[in-house]
């Protein structure tokens, strides 16, 4: 069966568009058959040339409940919806579409009152802590922040998606021929956790992709963390 992924979250600016690009671009990369979704109707779509993944639009409840419906009958494959920020009746639209749910937050306070409360609000929902900083320090003092604001969810922290300026990439409304290694390493990573939650083997993703046939294959039409037991991706949605 296909599965459904939304990042929402009633934040704006926490990278819930590059998530949703880079989560497709290493599903592809791990030979899981994928389209990320725009619901946002300030944004205009990317074409799918040079992706390892489809793009679908969404915009309008006709064209989001369509492309759903379609994916769903599309053996093997997942839809990842970028939901936007700061829409909160849009996110509980689609809480109630998809399989789980990912809450992108920064390394900020704000960010952490505002994941805490979504948390609460999704139930089937994960933390993502997203554009983490790099630097030593600077990670060891977000990550203790995370222990000490969310450390009550910490079965329901993903492990943090560094800052990565290549990710930008994925946002050209066509993307390079080549893109840096790091980018695809990162993009793999997230999406290896994000399949973990969902019970997804990398053998499973491969069988899917030899025998998914040609009407799946066709686009989609248009329309050192101080946490007690570290951040946590194994716990099976």
């Known amino acids: 069966m296909s599965r459904i992924i939304c990042i929402i979250g009633n934040k704006g600016g926490t990278g819930k568009t590059t998530l949703s690009h880079m989560l497709c671009q290493g599903l592809g990369l791990l030979g899981q058959r994928s389209a990320c979704v725009l619901t946002d109707s300030s944004r205009e779509p990317l074409s799918p040339d040079g992706r390892r993944y489809v793009t679908a639009d969404g915009r309008t409840p006709e064209a989001l409940h369509k492309v759903v419906g379609k994916l769903r009958t599309m053996q093997g494959w997942i839809g990842v919806i970028d939901g936007g920020g700061n829409r909160a009746e849009v996110d509980r639209t689609l809480d109630g579409l998809c399989d789980i749910v ?135 949605h």
């Open 102 to 236: 990912l809450l992108p937050f920064r390394d900020s306070h704000e960010d952490l009152r505002t994941v805490l409360r979504d948390l609460e609000a999704f139930p089937h929902a994960y933390a993502l802590p997203s554009q983490w900083p790099t630097n030593a320090w600077q990670r060891d003092a977000a990550d203790r922040n995370v222990a000490q604001l969310l450390g009550s969810y910490r079965d329901r922290l993903l492990h943090p998606v560094a800052s990565l300026s290549a990710s930008k990439l994925l946002l050209q409304k066509n993307i390079p021929d080549s893109l840096p290694s790091t980018l695809g390493n990162a993009c793999r990573a997230l999406a290896r956790q994000v399949m973990d939650v969902l019970e997804i083997g990398e053998a499973e993703a491969d069988a899917h992709q030899n025998t998914v046939d040609a009407a799946q294959r066709a686009p989609l039409a248009p329309p050192s963390t101080v946490l007690p037991e570290g951040y946590v991706s194994t716990r099976h």
